[in-house]
């Protein structure tokens, strides 16, 4: 047992890093086959929410700015291939920060194409991409700087934990709005 904690990493940041990036490969290798199947169904249903991506639930543009690309299932395939390859990749002590910066990328393109799937589309699909933005930015995850800031680990804290308050707070908001508490499902 000693053996394997010599090769875990002292640093938390790459710590989190890690876990994080096997996690969400994991999970990936995981869910890729039945969500090609259902983009295959949905690419070719011939619905018109069909021909639009976004991130969320809501089809939209990336960040409000950059249209999503309309992938076919063959290539939502190939890319999600590619994104597992490179969270796996950034696990390598070999240029982590690359490998999560075009693990974002990917992921761009990736996680819009699934915004109705019921199973991935909301939060997830909101904050992978943005905390692999984060990770790629970590220089404590850089080998030849060898810099122990853990300021990433505190953004991505103070990042998730506003996404989900304002999530909450729009819930709540909108429920006295609209006279309909939002807990009832519809």
Same mark, same amino acid.
């Given at each position: ?6 090769? *875990?990493?002292?640093?938390? #940041? ?9 996690? !969400? ?12 199947? +259902?983009?295959?169904? +949905? ?10 991506r976004g991130l ?18 063959a290539h939502f ?6 994104? !597992? ?12 920060? #690359?490998?999560? +910066? #075009? ?14 799937e019921v199973t ?6 909101? &904050? ?31 990042? #998730? ?10 819930? &709540? ?7 309909? *508490? ?5």
């Amino acid at each position: 047992m000693e053996d394997l904690l010599a090769f *875990w990493p002292a640093n938390p #940041v790459r710590q989190f890093q890690l876990l994080y990036c096997c996690a !969400i490969a994991g999970a990936l290798s995981y869910a890729l086959g039945p969500q090609t199947r +259902f983009l295959g169904w +949905f690419h070719h249903s011939g619905l018109e929410l069909a021909k639009k991506r976004g991130l969320g639930a809501h089809p939209c543009k990336l960040y409000g700015l950059i249209p999503p690309p309309v992938l076919s299932p063959a290539h939502f395939r190939a890319v999600g291939v590619a994104l !597992i390859g490179c969270l796996l990749a950034a696990c390598l002590p070999l240029a982590p920060r #690359v490998f999560l +910066f #075009v693990g974002f990328v990917l992921s761009l393109c990736y996680f819009p194409q699934m915004f109705a799937e019921v199973t991935c589309s909301g939060h997830s699909t909101i &904050l992978i991409p943005s905390i692999l933005f984060i990770l790629s930015c970590a220089p404590s995850l850089d080998p030849q700087l060898r810099s122990g800031s853990e300021w990433p680990l505190v953004l991505i804290r103070v990042y #998730v934990a506003s996404g989900y308050f304002s999530s909450g707070t729009c819930k &709540l908001l909108c429920s006295a709005f609209f006279n309909r *508490w939002w807990g009832k499902g519809p």
